[in-house]
């Protein structure tokens, strides 16, 4: 081990970010969600009315990030719930495809973990940008699980059938788990933690016993 980081990946809808964010509290280190770095080169292409098919590296090379009072700013500007809407969740799907994108986000996402503990969400932490994290947490609940949580948060039109909602996810599973560059996957050291039957205290405690045996015995 030779990281201050522990990586949680996993599926759209596992939970990762309000475990994450939970757990980072609960152990005083710091939360980086790296979902939202791929939502802002989406957001700031269409801020700039710039091409995201493909993203150009020059675009890329322009792009300034900053962490502020916990805030990610892009080019001195706060993106704000713009990151959150279904139009960049959308954008941010397809430039997270294109082998420029990671590569560029790369270094920022290492930096981040520079002299201290984080606790980094994503897809592909684990197995390309810390494959030496302290702990690799693969977080998962079953389709069924993750679609009935869609529809208690709202983020389903109205009427929508559960049945709909979890062939939807079952499709962008096997998009994310099959695509060309950086599919999701576990790493084979991970612990898979399946969140279908826990609370959110319960997950968070579940991963945060991971943490504290992991760390005793690297002594760390
Ligand atoms: O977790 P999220 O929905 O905010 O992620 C936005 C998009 O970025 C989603 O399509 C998955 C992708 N992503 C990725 O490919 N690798 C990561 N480490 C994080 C997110």
Known sequence: MSTTVVAIDGPAGA??????SALANMLGFTHVNTGSLYRAVAWAARKKGVSIDPVEQSFLDSIKFEFKAGKLLVDGDDPGDALRSSQCAADASFVAKQAAVRAFLLPVQRQSAE???????????GTVIFPDAAVKIFLTASAFERARRRMIQGEVPA????????????????????????????????????????????TVETIAAIVRKKRAEAGV
């Open 15 to 20: 939970g990762k970010s309000s475990v994450a």
């Open 115 to 125: 002299k201290r503990w984080i606790v980094m969400e994503g897809r592909d932490i």
């Open 159 to 202: 009427g929508a059938a559960i049945e709909d909602v979890q062939k939807e996810i079952e499709a962008r599973d096997l998009q994310d788990s099959t695509r060309a560059v950086s599919p999701l996957k576990a790493a084979a050291d991970a612990v898979t933690v399946d969140s279908s039957g826990l609370t959110l205290e319960e």
